[in-house]
């Protein structure tokens, strides 16, 4: 490992420097992510034709954890990497444009990771302690 370190200007750490979070917003950004999940179950849930399938079922399953884990985060504090390992963990109902039958998910498909992506931005307040 010393040649990494010789690579990277002798640095022992190579994990970015930990940054001084706005806990308020994080926990306004967890909210709205939250939010966007549930309504996202709702819609989902309502699509009788697609709840026979089990990997929809489980998608469904995957975004309730996820609001979950906001809500549990935001209720008894978090760190950086807590809050962007659930951010990192939003992914698409589908992948590329969605089928027909599908289509009433894309506005808070949309809304779900448009809040991911905000967590992981480093907001302007933020900066690192190092």
Known sequence: MSWL???FGGRDDLS??????????????LI???????????????????MANPAWKERMAEYRRISGEC??????GFTR????DVAFEVRPVFGGE???????VEPPQ???LAAAAEIQAVLPGER???
């Open 5 to 7: 370190r010789k690579v």
């Open 98 to 104: 969605l089928p027909p039958d599908v289509r009433a």
């Open 81 to 84: 990497e807590q809050i962007l």
């Open 110 to 112: 949309e809304e779900a």
């Open 32 to 50: 709205r992510l939250e939010n966007a999940l549930d309504r996202l179950v709702e819609v989902m849930k309502a699509n009788e034709e697609r």
């Open 71 to 76: 809500y549990k985060l935001r209720s008894g």
């Open 128 to 130: 690192p302690t190092n």
């Open 16 to 29: 970015a420097a930990p940054v001084t979070m706005d806990v308020e917003r994080r926990k306004a950004q």
